[in-house]
């Protein structure tokens, strides 16, 4: 699986090896009934400077892709059963403690999705913004102020230096959020993960951080993002290339461009058929993709997603697809496209 | 017009700080959340002025020995001026300087039969003394001037003596003067509560902290270990440890202690475990903190708060223990001045009234001054009222 990702340069001038490698990702968590299987066998690249969007339904697994990368997810009861996470061809997974340590804020920062809780309520900001430079760089107390204050007053924190002493709860969401991209980029890390970094913000702040990340990525850092959301107008505005997860497996990865206009997976199809269009008819139903996730302990044997694909033949049901690529760094999970039993119909 | 011409003059002067505030803007400091609560609890009258009374007085119980005391403040005899107070105070609340007793033959006291007094100087009877012979020596006594472990066998009647104008809450059953031993027993019981809350919490914070953060066999071990020191039976350990080592302030105060951290890291492990799940936490974890820096800047500030709210109760309860061990006998050593022994002493002679109703009442109004507190303190902490600001 690993080699139809070297060929996967989609339009960059990629370095000879990618930024991020992640290999054969399996991460188990231990519930009752067993063990669930939340992320199985995901691979993907990340180039320098990219923005790579992962997208899928809750319980996709795409959070937790995400987590393992810097090796937060919750032991017990969750555990990275095996697969590699290669930064510059260092296997995160290989580090101690301690090492870890240096990469996290460092090399790889993280925006939570809820801006209320992951800002710790009993410090004012400037304490937060401030202890993320001296956890990483040896610098004096003021000089990490200062750094914080660049900082704030570049995500937008209208006199900063001011507003040090505040606390969390004095300032909205969309502040919130702009002080944790403050956190996460003071350090200068290469690879920025935001997990659903809008989800809890209303519209037109949504737009604001993301051209934010945007912004500060161009002007800045020109760090990667990996940019975690169930929502596919965020990746249409903000991505280069897009991952779609269902069921804990990638179903399809390409360009945006790609996954937009050329769909292939019946479920990015349904995604995308599901979106509201601007100029479409107002008073038709929306389309949505039938019936629910499977729970994800009781995963069909065969494709994911063949418990609601309306293309499902009885091979989907019994035989995993595999992962291929349909041209042009466009990688699918379908039967249906496999080259030898090319349907006729798509 | 007089009315206009007032209310302008008061706007230019409300104005005036107003313009001043908003120059030093740049340096404004928002109020953490302790201080948001400290000015809560400020706000809660009842609670607040119980803490001041409480506090002060305690602050007060210090002194004690310049208040009520046998020992003289000041002596001047002979263009010498002594401090026998001020010098067992030092001593014996502070630890500072040497025990220093002036003995009788220091100001060549002669009792009133004409024989020299041995032993320690007797000073009201000095101070009668120096009135008498007119010679320029003086005594200054404290307020009240008798001491906690004096009997006063000279009093008409048989001991326990009712209240009179010398002893206000008359003396107990071996003629020592009951509102001195109350007060010097009120010292004793908070400095006793507040240390062994302390000690308490420092044990149960840090235990609780590491079963809760670090989590899987720690906590799973580490419960276990807990759950049999929790199990160890209390008194016993009292009495036996007591009748080992023979009983003494630092004793207790360590057996208590000893015994009471368990509770703490019940309430401490489960606060960690709910915070460490938060994303703040896990924001932390992703900047890089190590395991110290979150344990101590990140969660234990956010832990720490059902602990705080129960610590005003602890202290009752503390208090109430002392009382009660020194009630059944196994408290502090004899001449020590406790309310657990002045109640052993009511229990025996129910029908002397001062016995009964003074222990009790001070006792009372002790451990209801510090409900007041940890009511207050519970509201200021209350979460719900922040919430609805919100």
Redesign the interface.
């Known amino acids: 699986m690993a080699s139809i990702h070297n060929s996967a340069d989609s339009g960059f001038n990629a370095p000879s090896r990618p930024l991020l490698q992640v290999r054969d990702l399996e991460v188990t968590f231990r519930v009752e009934d067993g063990l669930a299987r939340a992320v199985d066998g995901v691979s993907f690249d990340l180039e320098a400077g990219e923005v790579l969007g992962i997208v899928g339904e809750s319980g996709s697994g795409k959070s937790v892709t995400a987590l393992s990368i ?1 090796r ?1 997810i ?1 032991d ?1 009861p969750g555990r990275i059963a095996q697969g590699r996470i290669l930064l510059d061809g260092v296997d995160l997974l290989s580090l101690t403690y301690r090492e870890m ?6 090399e790889i ?2 925006i ?3 801006p209320m ?8 900001i400037g304490m937060q913004v401030r ?2 430079v001296l ?2 760089a040896k610098v004096s107390k003021a000089e990490a102020t200062d750094r914080a204050v660049q900082m704030l007053e570049k995500v937008g924190i209208p006199s900063a ?2 507003r040090l ?3 969390p ?2 300032f909205s969401g969309g502040m919130r959020q702009r002080v ?1 991209i403050a ?2 980029l003071v350090c200068h890390p290469r690879i920025l993960i935001a997990d659903e970094p809008t989800t809890a913000l209303d519209v037109t702040t949504q737009s604001q951080i993301l051209d934010l990340m945007l912004e500060l990525k161009q002007r800045e850092s020109n760090a990667s993002i990996i940019l975690i959301t169930h929502d596919l107008g965020v990746v249409a505005e903000t991505c280069n290339r897009a991952v779609v997860m269902y069921g804990g497996k990638i179903q399809e990865v390409g360009t945006v461009q790609q996954i937009f206009n050329n769909a292939k997976h019946p479920y990015t199809e349904g995604l995308l058929t599901s979106l509201p269009a601007v100029a479409g008819p107002r008073d038709e139903r929306l389309y949505t993709i039938p019936g629910n996730v499977p729970s994800i302990m009781d995963m069909p044997s065969g494709c994911r997603f063949c418990t609601r694909c309306e293309h499902v033949t009885d091979r989907c049901r019994h035989e995993e697809p595999a992962l291929h690529e349909i041209g042009d760094g466009q990688f699918v999970r379908c039967h249906l496209l496999e080259p030898e039993s090319k349907p006729d119909s798509g | 017009m007089g009315y206009r011409t007032s209310r302008s003059s008061s706007q230019v002067t409300s104005s005036t700080p107003k313009t001043d505030s908003d120059s030093h ?2 340096d ?3 109020l ?3 201080q948001l609560r400290a000015k809560r609890f400020r706000r809660l009258k009842r609670g607040y002025y119980s803490f001041v009374l409480l506090t002060s007085f305690y602050g007060l119980s210090f002194f004690l020995p310049l208040l009520m005391n046998h020992r003289a403040i000041l002596v001047q005899y002979n263009g010498e001026f002594y401090f026998p107070a001020l010098a067992s105070c030092l001593h014996d609340t502070f630890g500072l300087g040497q025990e220093r007793v002036y003995l009788a033959n220091t100001f060549d006291q002669i009792s009133r039969s004409g024989q020299p007094v041995f032993g320690e100087a007797n000073y009201r009877e000095l101070q009668r003394t120096f009135a008498e012979e007119g010679s320029g020596n003086f005594v200054i006594m404290p307020l009240i001037p008798y001491g906690p472990n004096e009997s006063f066998l000279d009093l008409p009647g048989a001991p326990p003596h009712p209240p009179s104008h010398l002893h206000w809450m008359g003396t107990d059953d071996r003629a020592r003067d009951v509102m001195v031993r109350l007060t010097y027993g009120f010292r004793i019981s908070i400095t006793f509560a507040l240390l062994v809350t302390v000690v308490a919490y420092t044990i149960g914070i840090v235990v609780g902290a590491v079963l809760g953060y670090f ?2 066999w720690v906590d799973i071990v580490g419960q276990r270990f807990v759950e049999i020191w929790g199990n160890i039976p209390f008194l016993y350990t009292v009495i036996i440890l007591a009748s080992i080592l023979g009983p003494s302030f630092g004793l207790l105060t360590a057996i208590l202690a000893a015994f009471s951290w368990v509770s703490i890291t019940y309430y401490l492990r489960g606060e960690f475990y709910r915070e460490k ?4 936490v ?9 395991h110290l ?1 979150i344990i101590l ?2 969660i234990l ?2 832990a720490l708060t059902p602990i705080i709210t129960f610590a005003p109760f602890a202290i009752v309860s503390l208090i109430i223990s002392l009382v009660s061990l020194d009630f059944l006998g196994y408290g502090l050593p004899a001449p020590t001045p406790s309310w657990g022994e002045l109640l052993k002493q009511a229990k025996v002679n129910l029908r002397v009234w001062h016995l009964v109703v003074f222990p009790l009442g001070a006792m009372f109004v002790t451990l209801q001054l510090i409900v007041f507190i940890g009511e207050a303190v519970r509201e200021a902490f209350d979460p719900k009222v ?1 919430s609805r600001l ?1």
């Open positions: 810097l937060l919750p017990p340590r240096q990469i996290r804020g460092n920062a993280m939570f999705q809820e809780t992951a800002l710790n309520p009993v410090f004012n202890e993320a956890t990483h230096r001011r002493h505040d606390y709860h004095q944790m956190m996460a | 803007a740049g404004h400091r928002s953490s959340p302790l989590g899987r799940s938060k994303d703040y896990a924001a932390a974890v992703a900047t890089g903190e190590g820096t800047r990140h500030p956010n922040q919100r």
